[in-house]
């Protein structure tokens, strides 16, 4: 029985009729299904190239302010050229990311950029910088999913003010 069955199976394949539409079918999904996929690929690995280059330009604003505040903390006011900048690249983050985490993110580090590093004059350099790397991990999720890497920690990284005050209370002792 399974015999016959193998036989009709074989028979099918092996008529001319068959061979050919098969051999019509794939050369027409190569002709126009190939140039779709070969599209889509291609925009989206142009899209990724353009948010990856909009997180550097990001990256290397933020840490030129950082610089310049911890030179002047007081009296440091970035150049017109450099908000000219920094207007642009917030544009293309705008233009490029979509989740309101990361626009939220971006936003907290540009209400931070002014003199004595937000409308209060309380917030630190380290500070700035938790709010820098929390908009670069949004910023780079969207790109290049990060699951593992910080899912893992337990705790956000401290930053050398707070290792100094921990050393600080532990050489004080109880």
Known sequence: ?????????????????????????????TIFLTPWLQRQFWRKQRRDELRLAAINEFNRLTSEFLTGFLDAPETYKPTLEWFAAYNVVGGNIYALFFSRRTAEACSKV?????????????????????????????????VIPLTNMHARARRPRRTESEMAELKTRASDGP
């Open 110 to 142: 540009g209400v931070m950029i002014s003199p004595g590093l937000g409308p209060e004059g309380k917030q630190t350099a380290d500070d700035f910088v938790k709010a820098r790397n929390a908009a670069l991990r949004a910023l780079y999720q969207e």
């Open 1 to 29: 029985m399974h015999g016959d069955r193998n036989r009709e199976d074989e028979a099918v394949w092996t008529n001319p009729l068959t061979i050919a539409l098969v051999a019509v079918g794939s050369s027409l999904l």
